[in-house]
């Protein structure tokens, strides 16, 4: 079975804070998304890596940045964590020859 | 333009009812369209997959594409409690999943005992 992992089910940080949030998988996958979801506004993609060091912005980068050094991790990085930030933040990968993505349990992000 | 249509319920039906999940879309460009089920804590699971229009089968589920009307939906015979979940559909135009999907924002789903 395809495993997503995330570093923490839930975190919480104070505002000015940077935050880290981890995702490893195991099954070799080429691709990688980060999400947030939040009730109301769905699944929203925040950035994607199709291969080591390759980032791409998806539709609500702003501010947040990525890493990707190794082929299983996946960073995502908060430089200055602010309330608006508060949300579930899921990562999801996907091996580049289907279209099923693999969701980790996400994270529950706080910022107080 | 990203835009997916979702109800966001929350749909409360009795056990072995069929139910009816919908999704409306304005991109034409989608080509794959997918339905995700996501238990509470838990992250989404792919459910069902189809490629353009038509229909598709599994089991309980049957997933169907309308694309001249940019709408589809995921029927679920016989229900039953543990299919009470957010169902999520998901889209996109590239294939081989090299693209983020865009989202509904999922569909709350009660089955009662």
């Known amino acids: 079975d395809v495993k997503v992992t995330q570093s923490s089910r839930y975190l919480v940080k104070r505002t000015g804070e940077k935050v880290f949030l981890e995702c490893v998988q195991d099954m070799d996958h080429e691709n990688m998304f980060w999400y947030r979801q939040d009730p109301g506004l769905g699944l929203r993609l925040i950035y994607f890596?199709?291969?080591?060091?390759?980032?791409e912005k998806g539709d609500i980068p702003e501010g947040y940045s990525v890493s990707r050094e190794k082929k299983e991790r996946f960073s995502l990085i908060l430089e200055s964590a602010s309330t608006n930030q508060t949300s579930m933040y899921l990562c999801?990968?996907?091996?580049?020859?289907?279209?099923?993505?693999?969701f980790g349990p996400g994270t529950r992000l706080t910022v107080t | 333009q990203k835009e997916v249509e979702q109800d966001p319920g929350p749909l409360s039906v009795p056990e072995g009812a069929i139910v009816s999940l919908n999704c409306t879309y304005s991109?034409?460009?989608?080509?794959?369209f997918m339905w995700y089920r996501q238990y509470s804590r838990k992250g989404p699971e792919l459910l069902m997959y189809?490629?353009?229009?038509g229909n598709k089968e599994d089991g309980r589920f049957t997933a169907q594409v309308d694309k001249s009307s940019k709408y589809i939906s995921l029927f679920i015979r016989d229900s039953q409690p543990s299919d009470s979940a957010t169902y999520l559909c998901?889209?996109?135009?590239?294939?081989?999943?090299?693209?983020?999907?865009?989202f509904g924002k999922g569909t709350h789903l009660i089955i009662q005992p």
């Open positions: 999801a990968s996907n091996p580049g020859q289907t279209y099923e993505q693999y």
């Open positions: 998901a889209m996109s135009a590239v294939g081989l999943g090299a693209d983020g999907l865009t």
């Open positions: 991109n034409s460009a989608f080509q794959y």
């Open positions: 890596s199709y291969d080591v060091k390759m980032k």
């Open positions: 189809t490629y353009s229009s």
